[in-house]
């Protein structure tokens, strides 16, 4: 790391806002995993297809209860 690419933390918090908007630059600018080289990297590749997969599928289970709560509360 050299004096060019050093970020310094900001002594107060960013607000929300810019924290998501850098949280989205992340993952947009990240490499995308492949499914190709060293066993080592199908591995990774495969544990991040998993990951993914269990993420996203608890994330719309949380949702859905939480929907499926608030029609309950309505009717």
């Given amino acids: 790391m050299s004096v060019l690419t050093f970020h310094r933390r900001p002594s107060t918090p960013l ?3 810019t924290r998501l908007r ?3 630059e ?3 600018w990240a490499p995308a995993p ?3 080289g060293a066993p080592g990297q199908r ?3 495969l544990g991040y297809l ?3 997969v269990l993420l ?3 994330l719309t289970l949380v949702v859905l209860t ?3 709560r608030a029609l309950a509360t309505i009717g």
Avoid: K, Q, V
Wanted: positive net charge; hydrophobic residues 40%; aromatic residues 16%.
């Fill in 15 to 17: 607000p929300l806002g």
């Fill in 26 to 28: 992340t993952i947009r």
């Fill in 34 to 36: 492949y499914f190709e």
């Fill in 43 to 45: 591995l990774r590749f």
């Fill in 50 to 52: 998993a990951g993914s």
């Fill in 56 to 58: 996203w599928t608890t």
């Fill in 66 to 68: 939480a929907l499926g």
């Fill in 22 to 24: 850098h949280l989205g």
